[in-house]
């Protein structure tokens, strides 16, 4: 039964990323009548609605929700999110769409076929079994094989029915991006050519940006077939970054190990672009807050977009009982990564496709503020290494002297380079590099002469800090030419030992105070 007309919210004001914050983790109480998704790769036991126009997924059927303060009423007019009784915002529910209703192949429909993700994305599982279901290795949280046992959806989705169904969800329910996933095929990898048959097929039906998930494959030549056949985005997901609860709660992708994570991910910043390339970081696993902190600032660095969510617990997967993390928890975490985000570069606005630009399962884009005008990330494309090089040369080989033809020498190989943009130009670089028992070493800290000011320099030489902390380093030392000992003993540098002479300059052995490098949360 309707009540009587929505009346002027009551509550307080509350800003609408905390609001996404509280309601993902506590989830929303709804009539009778509003159904969710049951089990699957996703979002399961939520629904979407839009708040402020912001598509948002959030629980309402796990068993946690019945103590949640937040509910749903329904008026003549529509809906209204209240917490503790009091009226907040307005609410759509977004509806099904109508290609759930279409008849795929003989007995098949639409809805078995894909989901409605968000606002405008189809979603679709095109293997919906596992090979590691079968040795019991698998995610402790996915619910994959979950809902094909039940029904709801078929083993393989074919390219030819993947096609027009997208062909007519894009034509009749605004449509205008593409997931597709795939459970672990056997033998491992086997999943990306049938991902990439998939891709090309749609895109031969219509030109909608696709977004595709895997799991990172031992050689690269797939992502190259994914690339030729016209995806757009990918998502490599490593779920944690910490290895003892990767370990327990995703022993496949643990056994992968994070080397194989980063070559993937370079690899594919490589074939797709920066901010086309994401990892999904699970908050609820077991895992310390810092770590997801530190975990997102690994990625933004790279050009991958850290695509964090709190946990959905999957009704009959391993995790069937567990919580959400607290919106404090989240509301931290998620200001920290934003701020990461900020100083990278990265937007989930700017990604073409898939789960970062729906962003329904996550607070984080609306935690998300204007980028930095200056910007100190690794170097992500040839064109940046190219820019930074140059950069070094008209320092150390045009403007100084200290080397006749070139700078570059055989430390350039097992280096770091790291580059200080603004807008989208390389103003300055500096390299790190290890060099055993927890011992760094940075150098060829450069920076463009329209661009000698203290903030460019002095950001290059923290993000090495922070950098080279990151990676375990317990002693950072730099060579530095006389007339800059000033500069880094104002960034906490302490000389060590007697000045010596290096190319013809005197040159200061100094060491960074590590413990100056701020926290991650």
Not at 87 to 96: E, Y
Not at 209 to 219: G, L, R
Not at 467 to 490: D, H, L, S, Y
Request: hydrophobic share 40%; net charge neutral; glycine share 10%.
């Amino acid at each position: 039964m309707k009540t009587e007309p929505i009346k002027q919210p009551t509550a307080g004001p509350v800003p609408l990323p905390r609001l996404i914050t509280e309601i993902q983790s506590l989830g929303v109480r709804v009539p009778p009548h509003i159904s969710g998704r049951k089990g699957g790769a996703g979002p399961a036991e939520g629904r979407a609605m839009l708040i402020e126009n912001v598509p948002v997924n959030v629980p309402i059927s796990n068993s946690f929700v019945a103590d949640s303060p937040y509910a749903l009423t329904e008026t003549c007019c529509g809906y209204v999110l209240t917490k503790d009784g009091a009226d907040l915002k307005t609410v759509d529910i977004v509806a099904d769409p109508r290609f759930y209703k279409e008849q795929v192949s003989e007995g098949v429909t639409g809805k078995q076929t894909a989901l409605l993700h968000g606002r405008d994305c189809l979603a679709t599982t095109v293997l919906q079994t596992c090979v590691h279901w079968k040795t019991h290795r698998q995610c402790r949280f996915c619910g994959t094989e979950l809902s094909l046992a039940a029904g709801g959806t078929t083993p393989v989705k074919r390219p030819s029915d993947l096609a027009r169904l997208t062909a007519s969800a894009v034509e009749k329910d605004g449509i205008r991006h593409v997931v597709l996933t795939s459970g672990t095929a056997d033998p491992p990898g086997a999943e990306i050519p049938y991902l990439a048959e998939c891709v090309r097929t749609i895109k031969s039906a219509t030109n909608i940006p696709v977004h595709v998930q895997f799991a990172p494959p031992p050689e690269h030549d797939g992502m190259i077939i994914l690339k030729q056949a016209g995806v757009d985005t990918v998502g490599i997901h490593i779920e944690s970054f910490e290895a003892s609860v990767l370990e327990r709660m995703a022993p496949a992708k643990a056994a992968i190990g994070r080397r194989r994570y980063e070559a993937a991910w370079e690899k594919a910043v490589g074939l797709f672009g920066v901010n086309q390339v994401s990892s999904f970081i699970i908050a609820g696993l077991g895992e310390s807050p810092q770590s997801i902190v530190w975990g997102s600032e690994i990625l933004a660095d790279m050009g991958v977009y850290p695509f964090v969510v709190p946990l959905r617990p999957i009704p009959g997967s391993q995790l069937a009982g567990e919580k959400p993390p607290a919106p404090d928890i989240m509301h931290r975490i998620y200001e920290a990564v934003a701020g990461i985000l900020k100083k990278k570069g990265l937007s989930a606005s700017a990604c073409r496709a898939g789960c970062v630009p729906c962003g329904a399962c996550s607070a984080l884009g609306a935690y998300e503020g204007p980028m930095a005008r200056l910007l100190c990330h690794r170097a992500r494309t040839a064109s940046e290494r190219s820019a930074a090089m140059a950069i070094r040369h008209q320092v150390f080989v045009e403007e100084q002297g200290l080397f006749e033809h070139s700078d570059e020498d055989a430390d350039d190989a097992r280096s770091t380079l790291l580059v200080a943009k603004i807008n989208t130009d390389v103003v300055g670089t500096v390299r790190v590099y290890p060099t055993g028992n927890g011992q760094w070493v940075g150098g060829r800290l450069a920076v463009h002469t329209d661009h000698r000011v203290y903030k460019v320099g002095a950001s290059l030489v923290r993000e090495a800090m922070k950098r080279v902390k990151k990676e375990g380093c317990r002693r950072f030392t730099a060579n530095i030419q006389e007339a800059n000992i000033r500069f880094f003993q104002r960034l906490g540098w302490k000389p060590d030992g007697e000045m010596k002479i290096y190319q013809g300059e005197p040159h200061q052995l100094m060491v960074a105070d590590l413990g100056l490098v701020p926290d991650d949360l």
